[in-house]
T-cell receptor, first 111, second 115 residues
Framework: GESVGLHLPTLSVQEGDNSIINCAYS??????FIWYKQESGKGPQFIID?????DKRQGQRVTVLLNKTVKHLSLQIAATQPGDSAVYFC??????????FGQGTELSVKP | ETGVTQTPRHLVMGMTNKKSLKCEQH?????MYWYKQSAKKPLELMFV???????ENNSVPSRFSPECPNSSHLFLHLHTLQPEDSALYLC??????????????FGPGTRLTVL
């Protein structure tokens, strides 16, 4: 399943499928990007980050892709599990160390 | 656990009350932040403290008053709040170094309801 971030704030996928969550960022000078996961009743939790001199970074079951040409960031989750159900935020680090957060996409995993 | 704790986790207050939110970080970081999270909206940065000095106040109304007595503790003092101030208030910390990146670690938040 795939979302387009601000235009589709919810994403529903079947357990075991891959998920793609998208984010459009605003500042071409942003040099660092983070994906956070926020479960109900909890604060945002760091998932993975990427610097602007990279276009791809992989973690455990997650991959972040960065396309600076179109200012687009995506989070791919492989073999999505019910425990992945949460709201996912992207954040861009602008000059001065300030993080600007996106609206968030709610991921719902159906068993 | 992220190493950032917040108390209380839930708070209900009237518009004439005075209350305080507390945040403590156990990560040895030098910067702390207050954010407001309202339903269906992005996180809104309220205040930033570097080495106990306030470096940013994001046009926050004066009914919110931050205090940072040391680099491990951060308070948000609340008085004469409005119902629209009801939200989740998140504290975060990071280690800010020249030329490095600003990964922030968040606490669980305080769910505030103003009646």
């Amino acid at each position: 399943g795939e979302s387009v971030g601000l235009h589709l704030p919810t994403l529903s996928v079947q357990e075991g499928d891959n998920s793609i969550i998208n984010c459009a960022y605003s500042n071409s000078a942003s040099d660092y990007f983070i994906w956070y996961k926020q479960e109900s009743g909890k604060g945002p939790q760091f998932i993975i980050d990427i610097r602007s001199n990279m276009d791809k970074r992989q973690g455990q079951r997650v991959t972040v892709l960065l396309n600076k040409t179109v200012k687009h960031l995506s989070l791919q989750i492989a073999a999505t599990q019910p425990g992945d159900s949460a709201v996912y935020f992207c954040a861009e680090n602008v000059q001065g160390g300030k993080l600007i957060f996106g609206q968030g996409t709610e991921l719902s995993v159906k068993p | 656990e992220t190493g950032v704790t917040q108390t209380p986790r839930h708070l209900v207050m009237g518009m004439t009350n005075k209350k305080s939110l507390k945040c403590e970080q156990h990560l040895g970081h030098n910067a702390m932040y207050w954010y407001k999270q309202s339903a269906k909206k992005p996180l809104e940065l309220m205040f930033v403290y570097n080495f106990k000095e306030q470096t940013e106040n994001n046009s926050v109304p004066s009914r919110f008053s931050p205090e940072c007595p040391n680099s491990s503790h951060l308070f948000l003092h609340l008085h004469t709040l409005q119902p629209e101030d009801s939200a989740l208030y998140l504290c975060a910390s990071s280690q800010r170094r020249s030329g490095s990146y600003n990964e922030q670690f968040f606490g669980p938040g305080t769910r505030l309801t103003v009646l």
